[in-house]
């Protein structure tokens, strides 16, 4: 059963273009998460996806930062008109979406480093 | 979101026992306790989770007191590739499953 796959691992944008980063979560996992981490610091949540629904975006830029998770295929965080404050570590997570009172763990991928230049 | 605090950084030797330390004194009554480890340029992983006394699985202990206000991540007889960064988070599943980080505690394996 693989885990949770990011690519690409790396990304080098120019100020201005636009940065997809993909994301297929685990065999079975409906829910996915959004991470960013800044050298040095630890990870900052961003948005939280159900197939074909945002369920918390509380952490998301509200300019140029989108996220989807389609019905079919990876879910894509896209970055428009990059800056250089964008580079950043990019991870993604996610889990099977079983009820209970645990939270429930967060199986991480090796995330996607983006440098804007 | 409880707010944590554990150390910066901590320095041991191979075989030895590390014990990690979170502070979480606000945690309210629904809220776990859940650490993560990460290694470079590598996503984090769960390690264990646990609301109140001691759990135990393969890799580590956590041990939390009555007063649930801290929670001590124990490692027994690290080696080199123990060598990485632990988080403890504080949450529950009402804060809509989001994992809050903080700056985490750097540990050093020296042989």
């Known amino acids: 059963n693989a885990g949770v796959m990011q690519n690409p691992r790396h990304l080098v944008r120019r100020r201005g273009q636009e940065a997809r980063l993909r994301c297929s979560p685990m065999?079975?996992?409906?829910?996915v998460y959004w991470y960013r981490q800044l050298p040095e610091e630890g990870l900052k949540f961003m948005v939280y996806?159900?197939?074909?629904?945002?369920?918390?975006e509380s952490g998301m830029p509200k300019e140029r930062f989108s996220a989807e998770f389609p019905k079919e295929g990876p879910s894509i965080l896209r970055i428009q008109q990059v800056v250089r404050g964008d580079s950043a570590a990019y991870f993604c997570?996610?889990?099977?979406?079983?009820?209970?009172?645990?939270?429930?763990?967060?199986?991480f991928g090796p995330g996607t480093r983006l440098l804007v230049l | 979101l409880a707010k944590t605090t554990q150390p910066i950084s901590m320095d041991s030797y191979e075989g030895q026992e590390v014990n990690i330390t979170c502070s979480h004194n606000?945690?309210?009554?629904?809220?776990?306790i859940t650490w993560y480890q990460q290694f470079p340029s590598q996503g984090p992983r769960f390690i264990i989770q646990?609301?109140?006394t001691k759990v135990t699985n393969e890799v580590a202990s956590l041990f939390i007191p009555a007063d649930r206000k801290s929670s001590t991540l124990s490692l027994p007889r690290v080696s080199l590739s123990d060598t990485a960064v632990y988080y403890c988070l504080v949450g529950d599943k009402g804060a809509g499953n989001k994992l809050t980080f903080g700056g985490g505690t750097r540990v050093l394996v020296k042989p």
């Open positions: 996806l159900q197939k074909e629904n945002i369920i918390d």
């Open positions: 065999k079975g996992h409906s829910h």
């Open positions: 606000n945690i309210a009554t629904n809220d776990y």
């Open positions: 997570a996610s889990s099977p979406g079983v009820q209970g009172g645990l939270l429930e763990t967060q199986y």
């Open positions: 646990g609301y109140k």
